[in-house]
């Protein structure tokens, strides 16, 4: 054989053997794409004892009003609709022209409620997400973020990208972002990512989250920290930082697409992970059959921790239940109970699951393929909970599907 021919044979092999992990994390998806549709018809959905009514949507999402987006509002509303979502937080970038709080997606549109906020960024680079937003957002990269958070009466202020965080110590802040998916998405190798595309964008679009999707450890292990060293309540959400502006496309003069990739459009981003908020049905206490569910509840039930992170894309977690009880109260998850004897935590799961009860960040006990947990406490501390789905192979089995708000026995 003369040399060239050997060296180009050497060269195939080498190539089709580099691809050879791609094939084979192609194959994978398509055992997790089978597995969450055998769970999904194994979910049971029980009526709720104690009344709660559940609503889920996303936070932190961006339109092209603050930049670094193309997003437009019909796109969003469609994909909120589309997710079959309640409500929609936007946290759009102040701009300095125009108050971005006040002219994006606000009240109920097309069936689903948004919530007018604002992504802000302090003199200090901390970055915050203010619900609502207002028009002083423009002016808040001049300030530290103390005055940030001092300038602030009302509403409800998170601490976004908490890695890049510095003012821990800074009051007026009443919980983090402990997972983002853009944050998450950054830490993909961009080669992997191209390979891992081209194997498998046309049949699995949405699970290719699964192949980079980490449990963030970091930021669950600060904001553990954070509510033993404050002694203070702090809420945990989840963001999508939807920008839809991950990709490449080619518009005619009309706008119209002629070729396009797009890894985030919104209707996508919106079924990865989302934020069940939990609101007592007082209405229905009153002869009603619905509760208004209007921008205050959704603010109060937030900022009360009365909610929790589900990573919806490996299954429903609809129906996913935290609660205290003693002698005297029945409480939730985001609630603080008064030690008086014991305090009894239930767990409710939608699917048989592997589920983890942690006390002050540390894992205390365990139950495998199970929907229902039960712990009898008599020690103060911040007990929380982590489901995990470990039916489901690859690395997405390993990392958490839930993610609750504490209950702080005090
Ligand atoms: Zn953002």
Redesign the pocket.
Known sequence: MKRWKKISLVVCCLLLLSQAPFAYRRYRLGRLHAAIQQLAAQRTASPDPDGLLEFKGVV?V?SSLGGHSNGNFSAIIAAAQANQLNFVVM?EHPAKEFDTAAMTLKGEHGGVLFLNGN?TSSADGDRLLLLPGDSAAAGDSRSPTQAVLSRRTSGLALVAYPEEFKNWDATGYQGLEVYNVYTNARQINPLVMFFDGLWSYRSYPELLFANFYRRPADNLKRWDDLIKQKGQRLVATAGN?AHANIGVSLNDSSGKTLLGLQLDPYERSFRLVRLHVLVKDVASLNGLSVASFDERILLEAIAAGHCFIGFDLFGDTTGFRFTARDANENLQMGDEIKLEDQVNLHVNVPLAARIVLLKDGAPIQESNATSFMEYLTRERGSYRVEVYLPQLPGPVGLQPWIISNPIYVK
């Open positions: 932190h961006h946290t992504e930082d």
